[in-house]
């Protein structure tokens, strides 16, 4: 039995990364930010430069650093809070909310990279079901997007780490540090290293990109992937100085909690984003892949280690629903080797369910499985 979790980049049979390839996802948006999923087109669509993010540290990504031998040791899961998939994903969910400007051929970013999304998987879900033996039997199922991340959506103040992120590796910024290293500002940021406890800060370091950005330069042309952007988005700037976040020419922060309201002002946090915009998606997918496969059952994976959507006595309560989330033991993943001893019930500290994480601590062998 099988069901769908898209961990590879497809291509179009010219081998060119084209709006009409099978476009799929896994963490951390795509390999060209650090993981695996989406196509180049992507980052290009949404104003990013994927040839700068090594420079800005707006991702780290093994292929591109100076000497692939010296990558550091799970640096990669550092990914989600830097500039590239925090953008990313930002506008996937929330762009018609937070980045109004980013128009291109005519829909929001949000609805541009959904529809493609949607479209490429359904391509496949006919192919699937013109084949007349596989749904049901082979096929028996369809995941939603794997270990999808909620960008900004949701931050307080762009300016300080959130409380509830509990991973630090490497170069730590802060949102807004990275939104300045983005833009080619240099910035003192504190550097992090992780052990067996968790991790702790070892001191701090200077990122300067010397004026280079990881956003598109504004002579850039991409007439190649046939898309028209809308002339209210400039490439060569930084999208959320555009929409008035902060201020270029003082280099000063203008709205710190920008992405921590809805626009009806209610509260932004992430469980009311899995409940909104992860949940408006999942509705999409799910009934543009039921319109094919009727039977089929959706794996629904809310954002890792977060509280998953309230359904019970909705319309999303069908009984071929699964609640697919995924784990980590977050000790064992960083430090690759499997401790007896004592490990860290890191769920329970992410969900608030210790007076302090000492309380979290589990020793002997059977405590910790």
């Given amino acids: 039995m099988i069901f769908m979790d898209c961990h590879q980049d497809v291509v179009c049979s010219t081998g060119l990364f084209r709006p009409e390839a099978v476009l799929t996802f896994c963490f951390q948006w795509s390999r060209f930010s650090g993981g695996s999923g ?8 949404m104003g ?11 991702a780290m990504v093994h292929n591109t650093w100076p000497d692939p031998a010296t990558f550091p040791k799970m640096i990669w899961s550092t990914n989600y809070q830097r500039l590239a998939c925090q953008t990313m ?3 996937f969910f929330a762009g018609r909310d937070f980045a109004p400007k980013c128009i291109i051929n005519g829909k929001n970013i949000q609805d541009y990279l959904q529809e493609h999304f949607i479209g490429a998987v359904t391509y496949l879900a006919k192919k699937i079901h013109e ?11 369809w995941e939603s997007i794997n270990e999808p991340n909620r960008g900004l959506i949701g931050y307080q103040a762009l300016d300080v780490i959130p409380t509830e992120q509990k991973l630090q590796k490497g170069t730590s910024p802060t949102a807004w540090q ?3 290293t983005g833009s080619g500002r240099a910035c003192e ?9 968790g991790p702790y800060k070892t001191g701090s370091v200077l990122v300067d990109p010397e004026g280079v950005q990881a956003w598109l330069p504004a002579d850039y042309d991409d007439s190649r992937y046939g898309w028209k952007r809308d002339p209210s988005w ?47 998606h999942y509705r999409k997918y799910t009934a543009a892949i039921r319109s094919i496969h009727k039977n089929a059952i959706m794996f629904c994976q809310p954002p890792v280690f977060e509280i998953p959507p309230a359904i019970k006595d909705t319309p999303d309560a069908d009984d071929r629903m699964v609640y697919a989330p995924h784990f980590y033991d977050g ?26 994480p000492a309380f979290a601590l589990k020793i002997g062998e059977t405590a910790i499985r």
Avoid: S
């Avoid at 940021?189 to 406890?197: A, H, P, R, Y």
């Fill in 38 to 45: 989406a196509p180049m087109w992507t980052l290009y669509a």
């Fill in 48 to 58: 990013l430069n994927p040839q700068t993010f090594d420079v800005t540290e707006a």
């Fill in 89 to 91: 994903f930002t506008m």
């Fill in 131 to 141: 084949a007349g033996d596989l749904e049901d039997t082979t096929i028996i199922g």
């Fill in 178 to 180: 990275a939104i300045l």
């Fill in 189 to 197: 940021i504190d550097t992090w290293d992780f052990g067996g406890t």
């Fill in 234 to 280: 400039k490439l060569g700037e930084c999208i959320w100085a555009q929409h008035g976040v902060w201020d270029p020419a003082t280099d000063a922060i203008l709205k710190n909690d920008y992405f921590g309201k809805m626009p009806n002002g209610e509260l932004l946090d992430p469980g009311k984003f899995t409940e909104t915009y992860f949940m408006d």
């Fill in 331 to 356: 000790i064992t993943l960083m430090t690759k080797k499997w401790n007896r001893l004592w490990n860290i019930d890191v769920l329970g500290v992410l969900r608030g369910r210790y007076l302090t």
